[in-house]
C-alpha cells in the first residue's frame, strides 16, 4: 500500500481536511503571526519567506525538501479540493458549497486512487476556458512584460519539447487548470519541482516586483498554474482531470452557467482555428 500525503494549503484558521492523506500546512508563517496548530512551511529547508509572491508553491517546496517515504503527493487548497465521488455538477469544473456544509462533503480519496498511481500519470484540476490565449489572457489580467520575459527565457534555455509545449499552451490554448493542484508519484514530483524552483529563481532575478500590488505580487504562483502545464504537455503525461469542490459562502462568485461555459468553450476552439499555421513565425522570432 503506498503512502500518500496531499497538501492542505492554509493560511488563516479556517475549515480543513485533516484526516489521511491530507496534511494542512500554514503557509508563509514566516510572514504570520497566527497559530494555527498545525504543520508551517518555515521549518527546515523553506522558502516561507517568500509566501506574498510564490502563493501556495511555499508549502509545495516545504514538502519537497522536508517530507520522507511518500510514494504520493498532492496539494488542494483549504477551500478547493478534488471531486473523486462525483459529487460536483458534471458540466463545470467547480461546483460551490456553503461551509456549513463541510463536513457532508465526501472529501476522501479512494485508496485504489493513491495505489493505482503510475509515474506519468497525474491528477489534474478540469480546466477552465478562456476567450483568448493564454498568454493573451495574462497579458491582459496581469503585466504582460513579465510573461515576455518568462517565454523570452525559456526559449533561450529549455529543451525543444518545453519549447513546444510553451507556444501549444500559452499560444494555442485557451484552457487553464487553476490552483497548482494536482496529485503525483513523488517520483515525478521530485522532477517537477527540480525544475521549476530553478527556474522562478531566474526570473525573480529578472523581474523587479517591489512596486507590485499585492495581488500582482503573486506572480510566481501565477506563472507555475501555467509553467505546471507547460511541463506536463511537454512530458506527455496522462492527465486525468478531476472537477473541483470549493466551499464558498458568496453565491456571486460561484455563479457560472452551462451556458457560459459552452459558450467560452467556442471561442476558445474559434481562438485555436484562428492561430493556426503561425507557429513558424513564433519560431523564427526565437530562432528555434
Not at 150 to 165: G, R, S, V
Request: proline letters at 3%; a neutral charge.
Amino acid at each position: 500500500m503506498k503512502n500518500a500525503k496531499i497538501i492542505v494549503c492554509c493560511h488563516k484558521q479556517d475549515v480543513m481536511a485533516k484526516q489521511e492523506p491530507y496534511l494542512p500546512v500554514h503557509v508563509g508563517k514566516a510572514l504570520s503571526k497566527a497559530e494555527l496548530g498545525i504543520q508551517t512551511d518555515n521549518e527546515g529547508e523553506n522558502i516561507s519567506e517568500k509566501n506574498r509572491s510564490y502563493c501556495e508553491l511555499t508549502g509545495l517546496y516545504w514538502a519537497w525538501k522536508n517530507l520522507k517515504n511518500v510514494d504520493v503527493i498532492g496539494l488542494c487548497h483549504y477551500r478547493r479540493y478534488f471531486d473523486f465521488h462525483k459529487q460536483c455538477d458534471s458540466v463545470m469544473p467547480e461546483t460551490a458549497y456553503k461551509t456549513e456544509d463541510f463536513e457532508k462533503v465526501d472529501l476522501s480519496v479512494p485508496q485504489d486512487v493513491i495505489d493505482g498511481l503510475r509515474d506519468g500519470e497525474v491528477y489534474v484540476a478540469k480546466p477552465r476556458f478562456y476567450r483568448e490565449s493564454l498568454f493573451s489572457d495574462y497579458c491582459r489580467a496581469h503585466i504582460s512584460d513579465d510573461i515576455r520575459t518568462l517565454e523570452d527565457y525559456i526559449m533561450t534555455t529549455q529543451t525543444e519539447d518545453i519549447k513546444w509545449a510553451w507556444y501549444e499552451y500559452m499560444h494555442r490554448n485557451c484552457q487553464l487548470r487553476h490552483y497548482n493542484m494536482f496529485l503525483m508519484t513523488w517520483h515525478d514530483f521530485d522532477a517537477y519541482c527540480s525544475w521549476l524552483f530553478p527556474l522562478l529563481a531566474e526570473m525573480e532575478k529578472r523581474i523587479d516586483i517591489t512596486h507590485y500590488s499585492p495581488v500582482q505580487g503573486r506572480i510566481f504562483g501565477y506563472m507555475a498554474e501555467r509553467l505546471m502545464n507547460v511541463w506536463l504537455m511537454a512530458h506527455k503525461f496522462r492527465l486525468n482531470e478531476r472537477p473541483v469542490i470549493w466551499f464558498n459562502d458568496y453565491p456571486g462568485n460561484a455563479s457560472r452557467s452551462h451556458l457560459k461555459y459552452y459558450r467560452n468553450l467556442l471561442r476558445s476552439k474559434l481562438a485555436l482555428a484562428i492561430t493556426r499555421g503561425e507557429y513558424k513565425n513564433f519560431k523564427k522570432s526565437f530562432n528555434v
